[in-house]
């Protein structure tokens, strides 16, 4: 199994563009997220998935939008970037809400200039 | 308001000196309380769930434990290799999405 993927691990945006980073699980997990984390300030949680086609808001939301069509792919779109999006991206994936510790892909460091 | 608290934010010891980092959680009925390892430049790597006051866990040096209102990560004769950021995180009762909340980590640096 590879666990957890994540593309591109490097990206350089310029203010207003868009792009959409990937993450692919080959666990046969339902539930996954997408992580935020900045110098000193832990993990935000941006969107999260309870499986395929649902999806929901986490704490930090805003300039985001996201899609769950199967249950491996769970992409992050941004659109319009902003500087405030400066940071490393992490995805990641659990079974359940039994046994739900969180498996997380290598990340994507995104600098929007 | 939910919230996860790490402490210290920092921490150097020399190679065989034990110590503790602290996790202080304020959350309505916690459904588990997770610790992950992050190595600079890598994604969190998942160590230790706790569901209960009393539990304890172990996983070579370490030993994850918990109480109503903290955990203690105790980390016993550390090596240069245990040098990495730790993660406290805790799930509320409220919560049936299985999300965390996390802490700001603890950087520990294990000097030879």
């Known amino acids: 199994n590879a666990g957890v993927t994540q593309t591109p691990k490097f990206r350089i945006l310029k203010i207003g563009q868009s792009m959409t980073l990937q993450c692919t699980q080959d666990?046969?997990?339902?539930?996954m997220y997408w992580y935020r984390q900045d110098p000193g300030m832990g993990l935000k949680l941006i969107y999260y998935?309870?499986?395929?086609?649902?999806?929901d808001k986490g704490e930090v939301p805003n300039g985001y939008n996201v899609s769950r069509s199967t249950t491996e792919d769970f992409p992050l779109r941004l659109e319009l970037a902003a500087p405030s999006q400066t940071s490393v991206y992490f995805c990641a994936s659990s079974l359940d809400i039994i046994a739900y510790e969180q498996y997380f892909g290598p990340g994507t460091r995104l600098t929007v200039t | 308001e939910d919230q996860v608290t790490q402490s210290p934010e920092a921490l150097r010891l020399q190679e065989g000196e034990s110590s503790s980092l602290n996790c202080s959680y304020t959350v309505s009925g916690l459904r588990g309380l997770f610790w992950y390892r992050q190595d600079p430049g890598k994604g969190p790597e998942f160590l230790f769930t706790?569901?209960?006051a009393g539990e304890e866990k172990e996983k070579e040096r370490l030993k994850a434990t918990l109480t109503k209102k903290e955990s203690f990560l105790h980390i016993t004769a550390p090596k240069p290799e245990d040098s990495a950021t730790y993660l406290c995180?805790?799930?509320?009762?409220?919560?049936?999405?299985?999300?965390?909340?996390f802490g700001q980590g603890t950087t520990l640096q294990v000097k030879p």
């Open positions: 706790l569901y209960s």
């Open positions: 998935s309870v499986g395929a086609g649902i999806t």
């Open positions: 995180a805790a799930s509320h009762g409220s919560s049936n999405t299985g999300k965390l909340i």
């Open positions: 666990m046969n997990h339902n539930y």
